[in-house]
């Protein structure tokens, strides 16, 4: 497989836009019956903005097409929750926040704040 100047550049838009989503590149741990040697990339959160449960799970893995593909995508679907003002990246922000927070923390704040008692 031969790549040239175009490709080279093409791949880092790719890698920037999933950047500015929040994600990273990675490599594919499964490449899915793939038997045509085509390299699959995957997609991981960038940041700890997920649980530790879930930090290295493959949000997304497919070639390079596939994965621009994807990333518009997102891109757009955030842009129309935006023009609807059912989110922003305000609330992103904060839920990923959330997210990150421990989960006896995020106990410990629901209390104080509600006044309740969260079993389990």
């Given at each position: 497989m031969a790549l040239g100047w175009d490709d080279v550049q093409r791949m880092k838009r790719v890698e920037a836009k999933a950047e500015e989503l929040g994600f990273k590149f990675s490599s594919a741990n499964y490449n899915y019956g793939n038997?045509?040697?085509i390299s699959y990339i995957s997609l991981k959160p960038k940041e700890d903005c997920l649980p530790?449960?879930?930090r290295d799970a493959d949000i997304f893995i497919g070639t390079l097409e596939e994965i621009s593909s994807w990333l518009t995508g997102v891109e757009w679907a955030r842009g129309y929750e935006e023009l609807l003002k059912l989110s922003s990246?305000?609330?992103?922000?904060?839920k990923e926040q959330a997210g990150s927070l421990d989960i006896n923390e995020w106990r410990r704040q629901q209390e104080e704040e509600f006044d309740i008692e969260i079993p389990f």
């Open positions: 038997s045509n040697n530790h449960y879930s990246n305000k609330k992103r922000s904060e």
